[in-house]
Each structure stands twice: as C-alpha cells, then as structure tokens.
C-alpha cells in the first residue's frame, strides 16, 4: 500500500478497515510508515505524541485519535483557499459515473467515495467505487453524524462520508460528490455554497436505452429505475446549472472549467 496525500488517505484507509478484513487487521503504524517522507522513527513518534499505542490496529482508532492524525497529516498540506464543491446529480444511467471516473482523472477533482448497503456489481471494488457496508453498520453511521448526506434509493442506501469531504475542502480540493437527487438537495441545505449540477440525458429514448442497455440490473430493477428516471427528470429545474450529455469529453471539459473559473 502506498499513502501519497497524507490525511486524505487516511481517512479512506480508515473507512475501508470498518469493512475489508485484510484492512482491519493492520497497524497504525504500518500504515503511517507507508506515507511518502515518514519513515519507522517518524511514524512512532508520531503515535507517541497522539497517545496511539504502537500496535493499535487502525481499525481500533478511537475518534480522538483519528481526528488528531487526520490534523496531523492534513496541516502541512493546508492550502490558503478553501475549494469549491460541485454536486453532480441526475437520473440513474445518464452517465454520472463515467463522468466521475473522468474528472477524477483530470485531477482537477477530489471525488468522495460514498458507502452503500447495495450488493456489489462484477468489477466494483470495495473502497474504490464504494465502501459496501450492511444496513445495521450503515445505521450505525447515521446515528454517529458520519454523513453528509444520506439517502434510500432503488432498495439500497447511500451515503457520503463527511469527513473525507469536509477535510478535502479545507485542504484546497475542489470536491466532486456523485449523488442522487434527494442528497443533493441535502447538501444543498447544509452547504449553500455547493453548485448543483443536473446531468441530463439528450432525450429520454436516449435514457431508456442506456438502462436497457446496461445489463448489471435485472429486468424488475431495470423497471423501477425508469420509473424513477421520470420522477427524477422533473427535479431539473431546481438545480444550480443543467448539462445536457452529449459527449462525456464536453461534459467533463465544462465542470473542469467551472472551478477554473
Ligand atoms: P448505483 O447503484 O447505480 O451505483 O447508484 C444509484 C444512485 O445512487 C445513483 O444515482 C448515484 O448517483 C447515487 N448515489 C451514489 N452514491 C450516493 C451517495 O453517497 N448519496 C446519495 N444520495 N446518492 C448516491
């Protein structure tokens, strides 16, 4: 495991170990040691200073202690302006996630992970696309403020972890949050500075056939997420800004360009 942007991933190794097995059962320390710049001696001294016993499990990190290592790592990275928020929405199957993937990639965008209860499709990996937990462990992160936002959608919930994102800001990121449409107008509540995005399809022949075209859903959850679609169209006009998916590439060229700006 390699750790480049300190608290940052951090965070993101700390939400996978509540989850993967393999994760868990690592120490703090080997974790801090794999920082780029920070060394054995570096990492124990580190610990001591935080009150982090040398054998903790990262797993086993109070929330003290993890806020007090997020700091450490995040202060030197402090950047003196905060970044922008930008909030992709949009029916399910017009294309958010390959636009996600996409920016992601421009690295103009810091792009949360978000926690699911939804059973992984082929391919998904755990703490890439999502971290898959199940509903009594996605409760139990309701009840402790873990979530920015939450929301019920298609028999499954999601979520945005909040610390990742608020600490991503802070440090300069500008922060790019893949949701459904309930959550982002959570957001929106919380955090009136976040611009809005409504994805939209060309047309809704254009929607239709790529759920059907999709193939990971089953036939009766390929019927529940149009009928979905049709209800989620309609909240378009209460959005910051609409981009009509023409091309991935113009989609992706705009949202760079709206944090440039
Ligand atoms: P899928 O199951 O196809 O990956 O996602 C279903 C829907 O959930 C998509 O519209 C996606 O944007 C949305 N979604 C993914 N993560 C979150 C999240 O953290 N919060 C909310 N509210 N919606 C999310």
């Known amino acids: 495991m390699s750790i480049k942007s300190g608290a940052l991933d951090i965070a993101a190794v700390y ?3 509540q989850s993967e097995e393999a994760i868990s ?6 974790m801090l040691e794999s920082i780029t710049g920070v060394g054995k001696i570096r990492a124990l001294a580190i610990m001591e200073r935080l009150n982090i016993s040398p054998t903790r499990r990262i797993k086993g990190l109070g929330s003290h ?6 700091s450490e790592f995040s202060a030197s990275a402090v950047r003196s302006k905060r970044g922008k928020l930008i909030v ?5 199957g017009v294309g958010k996630s390959t636009v996600a993937a996409q920016l992601r990639a421009t690295g103009d965008y810091w792009v949360s992970i978000s926690a699911t209860t939804r059973v992984p499709r082929i391919n998904e990996v755990n703490g890439k696309d999502y971290f898959f937990i199940d509903d009594v462990e996605f409760e139990k992160r309701i009840s402790a403020s873990h979530f920015l936002e939450w929301a019920q959608f298609a028999g499954a919930k999601y979520g945005t972890p909040r610390e990742g ?5 802070l440090e300069g990121h500008n922060v790019l949050l893949e949701i459904e449409i309930e959550g982002a107008k959570q957001v929106k509540s919380h955090m009136p500075e976040a611009v809005l995005v409504f994805l939209s399809p060309p047309s809704w022949e254009d929607l239709v056939s790529r759920l ?3 193939g990971t859903d089953t036939p009766e959850r390929r019927t529940e997420r149009l009928a979905l679609a049709q209800q989620e169209l309609a909240a378009a006009p209460s959005f910051d800004l609409v981009i009509v998916n023409t091309s991935v590439k113009e989609v ?3 949202l760079v360009s ?4």
């Open 15 to 17: 939400e996978l170990s």
């Open 25 to 30: 059962k690592m120490r703090v320390a080997e």
């Open 65 to 70: 202690q993890l806020k007090n290592l997020l």
């Open 88 to 92: 992709l929405s949009g029916p399910g």
């Open 165 to 169: 994102v608020e600490r991503a800001l």
């Open 212 to 214: 059907e075209g999709r």
């Open 252 to 254: 992706v060229d705009q």
């Open 258 to 261: 709206l944090v440039s700006a």
